[in-house]
């Protein structure tokens, strides 16, 4: 019988040894390596051929007997292989000729705030929620023989040696729907199409310094919604706006305090949640809505065996069984609710990044801390488990130990791979597949808004005055 994972940390270390290939082996194994910052790829083959060795120097005849049925089964595995690697390399190959096609030529648009920003959050939300779109993709041809893929998003917010302005980088097929859609929430905005600030800066070690994250939520099921504009009270509009709290104030000041020589850049990549995908397969498991329906239950079995344990009769615990939910907790209840809520709204998959440049002379290194510490603004500070958090996932501070860097080579990359990624808005799909964060549009729209007219900040780009239409009697010139 495999190893419960409680027991397997009591065992001798030749034990754990042997019992290394059993699940619970496995992931603590896994925890080890992750909790050294060994990187498995780099490490897994040596403790193969250790683990090979020993198998063989223990029972060699094992050992060929192992490798014999290996070979006799290659002609059915070896063929299955084989066809895996090539649909993978197929669909890369196919995405990556949509991606260089016209219809996916890019656009970045610069957005101007209304000088009077006197709606809520809710106004943002209605936006995206818009935009979300899933088409594209829609019939297997499309996805496996065009290599289409549904429409992808970034929202920004750039500042450049303290210039704050507001960005949505989109196909240009897009344009006049984003632009028409923004324009129905914010009649009072500008949005012009302008050269890429991301493009004008090269990679240049001698010049630059680089500093960049990638965030991922820290609790699971993802459906556990962060700290949202609702429960900052944003959703109402009080007399005295002034009275509001705006976690999004604190960013935009922060990043008006950029200097000459220093840009500071976050990045929302964002596509319409459709549904789990193996390279242009559909999955029928939901990765977003089954652990948050399974952490629901999880909550309510909890509860009810919670208040079973104050008594022995049997009758009794039938009853309080029958109860359910009503044995919650308030933070329980609120923790459920959260979950509740967020899954009766759209759902985006999202890249979430940050990148902090300046040249040499100019870079401040204190500000490394705060691409680590970005959005603790929206993270809750009293620890509460109804609310989940953004952490840091990969990035520039994942260098702790002196075996994970060898003279810097792999820091250097990474940077490198951050400042390329940020430049192409890439994160899913080609050239950058990498594992979604899940937001809801009251999420996104938290984490991407326009600040109310409160947030008087001289480096935000706010449009000039307010215009209006001349009034259609006004008589003509002769």
Known sequence: MAAGASDFKSYSLWKKFLLSWTYSGGDYISKWFNGWCFDPIATMPFFFLIVLWVAHTLDPDAVTATFATIVALSPIVLPVALFVVFWVAWVHYIRFAFWFSPTCDPVLLMVELPPEVEKTPVAMEIFLTSVWNTGGETTFRHRVWRGQTRPVFSLEIASTEGRVNFYIHTRKVWRKIVEARLYGQFPEARVTEVEDYAAKIPWDLKKYGYWGAEYSKKVEPQALPIRTYVDFGLDQSPDKPETQTDPLTNIIEFLGTMGKGEHFWMQLVVKGRKQDEWYGFYRKHDHYRAPAKEAIKSITRDAVKRAQELTEDEASQKRVGERGATLMTETEKRKVESIERAMTKLTFECGIRCLYIGERQHYNGINNASVIRFFDTFNT??????????????????????????????????????LFHYKHRAYFFVPYDQAAVFLNSEELATLWHFPSSVVKSPSLSRVPAKVSEAPPNLPTGA
């Open 381 to 418: 500070s009293s620890g509460l488990d109804y609310i989940n958090r953004i952490n840091v996932a990969r990035g520039s501070s994942m260098f702790d130990y002196p075996w994970q860097d060898f003279m810097e080579l792999r820091q250097d990359k990474v940077k490198h791979n951050l």
